[in-house]
C-alpha cells in the first residue's frame, strides 16, 4: 500500500478514536466519507490513474475505506451506549425511598380565618350554619326589617339578579345576616350558629372588593341578655387575636334587625398598628339584641325567646391580625403572596390545641 494511503488511514482511525461525542464522530465521519470526503474524492481520482496501476490502485483504496467505515461504526454504536448510559444515570430514581413531605400547598388566610373562628366559636358551643350566595330580598333585607323602603338597602350597593323565587327578586347577598332568617325558620330554637362566607357589593378599591366575606354569629334563647353578647364577643376578640387582655368597647349604634345595637372596638395604636394597646379604638364589628320584629318575622314569639347577634368582614380582620396593608392581594393568586401569607397545613396550630384563653 502506498505511503499517503497509509497516512490517511493512520489519521483517518486516530480521528474516529478521539471523536468523544456524536457531533465530532460525524465531524470525521463527512471529512472521510461524506461527499467531498478524502477517501470518496480517493475513489473519484481512480480514473486518473494509468490502467495497469488502476486495479491493484481499487483495491486499496477499498481497503482502506472498509476499515474506516468499520471504526465509524464501532465508534458510533460506543458513544451512543455511553449517552444512553449517562441518562440513565441522570435520571435515576431510588423506588425505596421513604416519602418526603412537600412544601407546595399552603392555607388561604380567609380559609384560615375562617377555620379560627368555627374553632373559637365552636369550642363555646356554636354549630357553622350555611347561607346561599344568591339570596331573595326576603331573606337579605325585608325579613331582616328592611322593608323596600328603607334607606339601609340603598347603603348596600346590592347586585340584582335577573328573575325571582317565590315571586320575590333575586340578589347576591350584601351581607351574612340572611343565615339568622334561614336558621330561625327552618328550625326551633335554642340557636347558636356561626357562619361564615361570601357577601357581594358593587363596591371597589384598595379597601374594598365586589365579593368579600363575612361571619354571622345568631344565639337564640331564653333570657339572654347583653351581658351574654358582651362576654361572648370580648371571649372571641382576645381568643382570635390572642392578646389575652384586648381592651374591648361597647358603643351604641343603629342597625334595623337588632335593638338594641352596638358597634365593638378594640383599642390600638393608630400610629403604629399595634393592637392591644396605644389608647386609641378601631371598630371591628356590629352587634346587637336581636329585634322582636325580626323574631316575630320567622315565627319565634320575642316573649318566650330572646337573643343577639353579631357580625364582622372576615378580611378586615385577617388583615388587622396579620398587619397585612391591602385586600385587593386576597383575590389575586399571586404565589409570592400566597408564599408569604399562606399557611402550612400540616403544622401544628391553636385548632389542633384546643382554644387558648
Ligand atoms: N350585616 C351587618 C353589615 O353587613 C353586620 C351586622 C351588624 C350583623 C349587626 C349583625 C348585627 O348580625 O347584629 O354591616
Same mark, same amino acid.
Given at each position: 500500500?502506498?505511503?499517503?494511503?497509509?497516512?490517511? $488511514?493512520?489519521?483517518? %482511525?486516530?480521528? #474516529?478514536?478521539?471523536? !468523544?461525542?456524536?457531533? @465530532?464522530?460525524? &465531524?470525521?465521519?463527512? =471529512? /472521510?466519507?461524506?461527499?467531498?470526503?478524502?477517501?470518496?474524492?480517493?475513489?473519484?481520482?481512480?480514473?486518473?490513474?494509468?490502467?495497469?496501476?488502476?486495479?491493484?490502485?481499487?483495491?486499496?483504496?477499498?481497503?482502506?475505506?472498509?476499515?474506516?467505515?468499520?471504526?465509524?461504526?464501532?465508534?458510533?454504536?460506543?458513544?451512543?451506549?455511553?449517552?444512553?448510559?449517562?441518562?440513565?444515570?441522570?435520571?435515576?430514581?431510588?423506588?425505596?425511598?421513604?416519602? $418526603?413531605?412537600?412544601? %407546595?400547598?399552603? #392555607?388561604?388566610?380567609? !380559609?384560615?380565618?375562617? @377555620?379560627?373562628? &368555627?374553632?373559637?366559636? =365552636? /369550642?363555646?358551643?356554636?354549630?357553622?350554619?350555611?347561607?346561599?350566595?344568591?339570596?331573595?330580598?326576603?331573606?337579605?333585607?325585608?325579613?331582616?326589617?328592611?322593608?323596600?323602603?328603607?334607606?339601609?338597602?340603598?347603603?348596600?350597593?346590592?347586585?340584582?339578579?335577573?328573575?325571582?323565587?317565590?315571586?320575590?327578586?333575586?340578589?347576591?347577598?350584601?351581607?351574612?345576616?340572611?343565615?339568622?332568617?334561614?336558621?330561625?325558620?327552618?328550625?326551633?330554637?335554642?340557636?347558636?350558629?356561626?357562619?361564615?362566607?361570601?357577601?357581594?357589593?358593587?363596591?371597589?378599591?384598595?379597601?374594598?372588593?365586589?365579593?368579600?366575606?363575612?361571619?354571622?354569629?345568631?344565639?337564640?334563647?331564653?333570657?339572654?341578655?347583653?351581658?351574654?353578647?358582651?362576654?361572648?364577643?370580648?371571649?372571641?376578640?382576645?381568643?382570635?387575636?390572642?392578646?389575652?387582655?384586648?381592651?374591648?368597647?361597647?358603643?351604641?349604634?343603629?342597625?334595623?334587625?337588632?335593638?338594641?345595637?352596638?358597634?365593638?372596638?378594640?383599642?390600638?395604636?393608630?400610629?403604629?398598628?399595634?393592637?392591644?394597646?396605644?389608647?386609641?379604638?378601631?371598630?371591628?364589628?356590629?352587634?346587637?339584641?336581636?329585634?322582636?320584629?325580626?323574631?316575630?318575622?320567622?315565627?319565634?314569639?320575642?316573649?318566650?325567646?330572646?337573643?343577639?347577634?353579631?357580625?364582622?368582614?372576615?378580611?378586615?380582620?385577617?388583615?388587622?391580625?396579620?398587619?397585612?396593608?391591602?385586600?385587593?392581594?386576597?383575590?389575586?393568586?399571586?404565589?409570592?403572596?400566597?408564599?408569604?401569607?399562606?399557611?402550612?397545613?400540616?403544622?401544628?396550630?391553636?385548632?389542633?390545641?384546643?382554644?387558648?384563653?
Amino acid at each position: 500500500m502506498s505511503d499517503d494511503l497509509d497516512e490517511l $488511514r493512520g489519521r483517518t %482511525l486516530a480521528a #474516529i478514536d478521539a471523536a !468523544s461525542t456524536l457531533a @465530532e464522530w460525524d &465531524a470525521v465521519r463527512v =471529512g /472521510a466519507v461524506g461527499k467531498s470526503g478524502s477517501l470518496t474524492q480517493l475513489l473519484k481520482e481512480l480514473g486518473k490513474v494509468a490502467p495497469e496501476q488502476r486495479r491493484e490502485r481499487g483495491a486499496a483504496v477499498n481497503q482502506v475505506k472498509d476499515a474506516v467505515s468499520a471504526a465509524l461504526d464501532a465508534r458510533r454504536s460506543s458513544l451512543e451506549a455511553a449517552a444512553l448510559d449517562a441518562r440513565l444515570a441522570s435520571e435515576r430514581m431510588d423506588v425505596s425511598a421513604p416519602p $418526603r413531605p412537600t412544601a %407546595l400547598g399552603s #392555607i388561604h388566610p380567609i !380559609s384560615r380565618t375562617m @377555620e379560627e373562628m &368555627a374553632a373559637i366559636f =365552636g /369550642a363555646m358551643g356554636f354549630e357553622v350554619g350555611e347561607g346561599l350566595d344568591v339570596e331573595t330580598d326576603w331573606f337579605n333585607f325585608s325579613a331582616l326589617n328592611i322593608p323596600s323602603h328603607h334607606p339601609a338597602r340603598a347603603d348596600h350597593d346590592t347586585f340584582y339578579m335577573p328573575g325571582t323565587r317565590d315571586g320575590r327578586p333575586l340578589l347576591l347577598r350584601t351581607q351574612t345576616s340572611d343565615v339568622q332568617i334561614i336558621t330561625m325558620t327552618s328550625r326551633e330554637p335554642p340557636i347558636r350558629i356561626i357562619s361564615p362566607g361570601r357577601t357581594y357589593r358593587a363596591d371597589h378599591d384598595a379597601t374594598h372588593s365586589p365579593m368579600f366575606h363575612q361571619c354571622e354569629g345568631l344565639v337564640i334563647d331564653r333570657g339572654i341578655t347583653l351581658g351574654h353578647l358582651k362576654g361572648c364577643l370580648i371571649d372571641f376578640l382576645r381568643a382570635f387575636f390572642g392578646i389575652s387582655n384586648l381592651p374591648v368597647r361597647f358603643r351604641s349604634s343603629y342597625f334595623p334587625f337588632t335593638e338594641p345595637s352596638m358597634e365593638v372596638d378594640i383599642g390600638w395604636n393608630r400610629k403604629t398598628g399595634e393592637l392591644g394597646a396605644g389608647g386609641d379604638w378601631l371598630e371591628i364589628l356590629g352587634s346587637g339584641m336581636v329585634h322582636p320584629k325580626v323574631l316575630a318575622n320567622c315565627g319565634i314569639d320575642p316573649r318566650e325567646w330572646q337573643g343577639f347577634a353579631f357580625g364582622m368582614g372576615v378580611e378586615r380582620v385577617t388583615m388587622l391580625k396579620h398587619g397585612m396593608p391591602d385586600l385587593r392581594p386576597f383575590y389575586e393568586s399571586d404565589m409570592r403572596w400566597l408564599r408569604h401569607y399562606g399557611f402550612n397545613p400540616l403544622a401544628p396550630t391553636m385548632l389542633h390545641e384546643g382554644v387558648a384563653r
